[in-house]
């Protein structure tokens, strides 16, 4: 599957798009400078040679949102003024957010919950046009990139359409160990970004990089 990645030179959305070109999609390496997303594609290509080589194109943001389905990458800060700017580019497509707008207070982190509850519910509520999903809000970023060692978690899939949820599942399954699972609507986005400060104050506190895992599924 073709994949615009927003942001893709950030420790997030570059782990992400090596995986997925790992695993055989071609992904569109998005950056706001084209400069920018050359070099860190040619990094990739370096330490990672022909799993991902010729699979990631680099391009800048706008470029990257010619893919039908487009995973917002960009830190949380940064996903509503993105998403203003390339609103009509971004109309009929798949938007993935990532994104857990959080603050760290001493040893743990605490979420800060826009208007519309969410930064997933802020974000389709600017893209009216498209079909807004989330995942991979509890994956720790520096997991993505380091293709080789299997990633092992439960990704919570959120969306109001069902036929977008199915393929951002289907994107997230062929990822080996990684299981998508379907968590409901949008509305759902609070719990789900709010869990991830919870996550990461665990991790920090207790000194390891946990992720989700639901048994008896």
């Not at 389905?69 to 798949?94: M, N």
């Not at 993935?96 to 040893?107: D, E, I, Q, T, Y």
């Not at 009216?128 to 080789?148: K, M, N, Q, Y």
């Amino acid at each position: 599957m073709r994949i615009g990645i927003l942001g893709a030179t950030g420790p997030a959305g570059g782990g992400l798009a090596a995986r997925l070109a790992s695993v055989g999609h071609e992904v569109l390496f998005g950056s706001r400078a084209v400069d920018k997303a050359r070099g860190a594609v040619d990094e990739l290509e370096k330490e990672w040679g022909d799993r991902v080589a010729g699979r990631l194109i680099a391009c800048d943001n706008a470029w990257a949102c010619d893919a039908p389905v487009v995973i917002l990458a960009v830190h949380a800060e940064s996903a509503i003024p993105t998403v203003q700017e390339h609103a009509d580019r971004l109309a009929g497509k798949i938007v993935v957010s990532m994104a857990n707008n959080l603050v760290k207070h001493g040893n743990e982190f605490n979420a800060v919950l826009p208007p519309h509850g969410s930064v997933a519910a802020e974000i389709q509520a600017l893209l009216w046009r498209s079909r807004v999903c989330t995942a991979f809000h509890l994956v720790p970023a520096a997991e993505f990139g380091e293709i080789d060692h299997e990633m092992s978690s439960d990704v919570i899939v959120l969306g109001d359409d069902d036929e977008a949820k199915s393929t951002v599942m289907e994107i997230t399954s062929s990822i080996p160990r990684l299981r998508p699972l379907d968590g409901g609507s949008l509305r759902n986005a609070v719990g789900m970004e709010t869990f991830a400060a919870v996550l990461l104050t665990v991790n920090i506190r207790h000194k390891m990089r946990a992720s989700l895992r639901l048994t008896s599924v």
